[in-house]
């Protein structure tokens, strides 16, 4: 943290309110929005072959909302100890990995293409990595709190991919 900033009583704490408050929005429309294009009850979906270590269906439920709750969190203590330039990269990584976290679901469900879902996972996970690597010198907790989200994608990234190999 760029201890030169100068502070003012409470503004630590006002800040880190706006910031958590403004990452629990974010994070929460995408997981509603990406819940409403989540269609595991289509026919398409229910033809697709998918291979015996699939999670059952609300194991995804379970995952995410623990998943989305650790976002929020990283990103709000991320952009509590960064300052300048580095934040407004950190905001920007942010918000183009919930960007693309919500577009793999439209790609999948939606557009009924795993091929392309499995191509577009790949910048999603990307993203994570890069968060993990730039919190990680500023805030060790923001960046470990990625770490089971970034296990996850990569665990998804693999049954993207034997879905889309298998139909």
């Keep these: 943290m760029d201890s030169s900033a100068p502070s003012r009583p409470g503004s630590d704490r006002t800040r880190t309110a706006a910031f958590a408050a403004g990452w629990g929005v974010a994070v929460t429309a995408v997981?509603?929005?990406?819940?409403?294009?989540?269609?595991?009850?289509?026919?398409?979906?229910?033809n697709l072959d998918r291979p015996s270590w699939?999670?059952?269906?609300?194991?995804?439920?379970?995952?995410?909302t623990v998943l989305y709750a650790t976002i929020a969190i990283s990103a709000t203590l991320a952009c509590r100890d960064m300052r300048g330039r580095p934040r407004r990269i950190v905001v920007g990584l942010f918000a183009a990995n919930l960007v693309l976290n919500l577009a793999w679901t439209w790609i999948f469900f939606q557009a009924q293409s795993p091929?392309?879902?499995?191509?577009?996972?790949?910048?999603?996970?990307?993203?994570?990595?890069?968060?993990?690597?730039?919190?990680?010198?500023?805030?060790?907790?923001?960046?470990?709190?990625?770490?089971?989200?970034?296990?996850?994608?990569?665990?998804?990234?693999?049954?993207?991919?034997?879905?889309?190999?298998?139909?």
Excluded: K, M
Aim: avoid cysteine.
């Design 31 to 46: 997981a509603i929005v990406g819940g409403l294009a989540t269609d595991t009850e289509s026919e398409w979906y229910r």
């Design 54 to 64: 699939q999670p059952p269906g609300p194991a995804f439920g379970i995952v995410w």
């Design 115 to 167: 091929r392309a879902a499995g191509v577009e996972i790949l910048f999603l996970l990307g993203t994570i990595l890069g968060l993990i690597r730039l919190i990680l010198p500023d805030n060790r907790t923001a960046a470990l709190l990625l770490a089971p989200y970034g296990a996850w994608v990569a665990f998804a990234t693999v049954l993207t991919w034997t879905i889309a190999a298998r139909n």
